[in-house]
């Protein structure tokens, strides 16, 4: 046997111990199958070479049992007895396979516990995991409630603010309500002289309605009451601004001081009946042409069609210091000749000329 060792060592001594391969780790699932292969081939293996081993071994113990070549071919060949190579043999093939078996249940063990082993891994890894997220959730809670107490602290301050502020707003309403009182009397007043209208009052906004007086040119019915909004602030000044949809006035505000407010009033009238009877020829001719009134420009567009437009100027004092003249006629965006237009006479008021404009066949 020692023979044998030794020539297995000269072969291949791996086939001495399949088992001492010089791996020291712990194999995974993978490695354990390639194992369970290879041995089953190295079992395959070790059988053919154990046949021949033991033919081998046969004929060298008939071989050192003779003295010449000629007892070779002269003598009966030996008996076979149930010892020997072959007994060794079996009693190797046996034990062979009990260390198969034994690798075997050894291996499913292995495979096993490196199952139990990734199973566990896989528990740690997730519980490491939500160990991180609650330590994020924590400081999460530990930065709103720091917030949390800032906001607190500044709402505290920003409270103290208001009620300091509050205190200062109820002396100002205290203040407001005796000017309440006043301008209702003022406006009770103004209402039987200068016929004035109010249409809603409140703490920061006051609205009134100017109709002019009737005159001997002008019925208080032909034109559109003046509608005037003053709005207050905290610092005891007003705003006085024309209303949206007024006929014709030029929209405007004026500023000042609560002092200044019967001034400001007086100074809105004079203009608005300075220009009552513009106004209300505007709005007369409204109600039969296509005009547009521009106050600022002291511009009247006239659209006689889809496509024809005409531009009236009106001067300053008009229509008793001054006159209407026209400016231009557009045809699709194109300057139309005006030059035989001839009016009858030197001042032309709107109502001429749109009449003219009107009834002109050269435009």
Not at 99 to 112: F, G, I, K, P
Not at 119 to 142: G, P
Not at 306 to 317: F, S
């Amino acid at each position: 046997m020692a023979e044998i060792r030794s020539v297995l060592q000269r072969c291949d001594p791996v086939l001495l111990d399949p088992r001492s391969r010089g791996d020291s780790e712990e194999p995974d699932s993978a490695e354990a199958a390639s194992t369970v292969l290879y041995l089953t081939d190295s079992r395959r293996v070790q059988k053919v070479l154990w046949r021949q081993l033991f033919v081998l071994d046969s004929m060298m113990s008939l071989l050192e049992g003779l003295d010449s070549a000629q007892q070779l071919v002269t003598r009966p060949c030996p008996p076979q007895h149930g010892g020997g190579a072959r007994g060794r043999w079996k009693a190797l093939k046996v034990e062979s396979r009990l260390r198969v078996e034994e690798t075997e249940t050894l291996l499913r063990s292995l495979q096993d516990r490196v199952q139990q082993i990734q199973k566990r891994r896989h528990t740690l890894t997730q519980l490491v995991q939500q160990l991180h997220s609650k330590k994020q959730q924590c400081e999460q809670l530990e930065e709103s409630l720091l917030k949390a107490h800032n906001a607190l602290q500044s709402y505290d301050r920003h409270l103290n603010q208001l009620r300091a502020e509050s205190e200062a707003a109820l002396s100002q309403l205290i203040s407001w309500q005796q000017l309440r009182d006043e301008l209702q009397v003022h406006v009770s007043v103004a209402q039987n002289t200068m016929q004035i209208n109010l249409l809603s009052f409140s703490q920061s906004e006051l609205c009134v309605e100017l109709r002019p007086r009737p005159s001997s040119h002008l019925s208080s019915n032909e034109l559109e009451p003046l509608k005037l909004s003053v709005n207050w602030s905290l610092d005891d000044r007003f705003t006085l601004q024309v209303s949206e949809g007024t006929v014709g006035l030029e929209e405007d505000s004026l500023f000042g001081r609560r002092s200044e407010l019967s001034a400001a009033l007086l100074e809105v009238m004079q203009c608005y009946m300075g220009q009552a009877e513009l106004l209300s020829e505007v709005q007369a001719l409204r109600s039969s042409f296509a005009i547009d009134w521009r106050p600022a420009q002291r511009l009247l567009v006239y659209l006689k069609s889809a496509l024809l437009v005409c531009h009236l100027e009106v001067e300053d004092g008009y229509p008793g210091n001054g006159g209407a003249r026209l400016l231009s006629v557009r045809r699709d965006g194109q300057t139309v000749d005006t030059s035989g237009l001839k009016p009858h006479k030197s001042v032309f008021s709107l109502t001429d000329w749109l009449l003219l404009l009107c009834s002109s066949p050269l435009i």
